[in-house]
């Protein structure tokens, strides 16, 4: 059985970007907990990390549970507007291979929002480089972008992206749904 560590950007402490009266902390906070509620219907143990403020505890947090994915949830700012996702610059194919099949499948759901596809990207960010399985983080949309943050304060589009977020984790690890039948 895989496992699967999500991780909420920011905390209380450091909300992360504002803008629009959203708060980063508090969407990724209910993002990551609708993408752990889609993704309990499959064969798989779904892990949300502490929101840790020291990042190199929450990758030592799934390196210890040895998950198969991180999953870093975030929402940018700084001007821009669209999503991306990004895996470390020496990531392995296989983790190349997820972080395609998830930005294919969030972008298929936000191309009918006309949502810009910034791409797939590398960074040297701490919880990419400091965790030991294929990691992938998000960038959900521009909290500082008016349309972008219109989509974002709006319950039923988090609740749909976190279902394409769920669906390309599923997808990306072969995640076979639970046997209705068994308890």
Same mark, same amino acid.
């Given at each position: ?43 798989? $143990?779904?892990?949300? =990390?502490?929101?840790?403020?020291? +990042?190199?505890?929450?990758? #030592? ?5 040895? %998950? *198969? ?61 400091? $965790?030991?399985?294929? =990691?992938?983080?998000?960038?959900? +949309?521009?909290?500082?972008? #008016? ?5 974002? %304060? *709006? ?29």
């Amino acid at each position: 059985m895989k496992t699967i560590c999500l991780s909420a950007g920011h905390n209380e402490t450091d909300p992360g970007a504002v803008g629009h009266g959203l708060r980063e902390s508090d969407l990724t906070g209910d993002i990551v907990s609708l993408i752990a509620t889609k993704l309990a219907a499959y064969e798989a $143990t779904v892990l949300q =990390a502490p929101r840790y403020d020291d +990042l190199a505890a929450r990758a #030592a947090y799934a390196n210890n549970a040895k %998950a *198969d994915l991180y999953l870093s949830i975030h929402c940018n700012a700084g001007g821009g507007t669209g999503f991306e996702s990004y895996i470390h610059p020496s990531a392995g194919g296989r983790t190349q291979e997820i972080q395609t099949v998830i930005h294919n499948s969030v972008m298929a759901y936000l191309e009918r929002y006309d949502v810009i596809n910034r791409g797939r990207k590398t960074a040297n960010f701490r919880v990419l480089r400091e $965790t030991a399985m294929p =990691a992938v983080l998000l960038e959900n +949309l521009f909290i500082d972008h #008016a349309e972008d943050a219109k989509l974002l %304060a *709006d319950p039923a589009f988090r609740d749909g992206l976190a279902n394409e977020i769920a669906w390309g984790v599923a997808r990306a690890l072969d995640l076979k749904l639970k046997d209705p039948c068994r308890n």
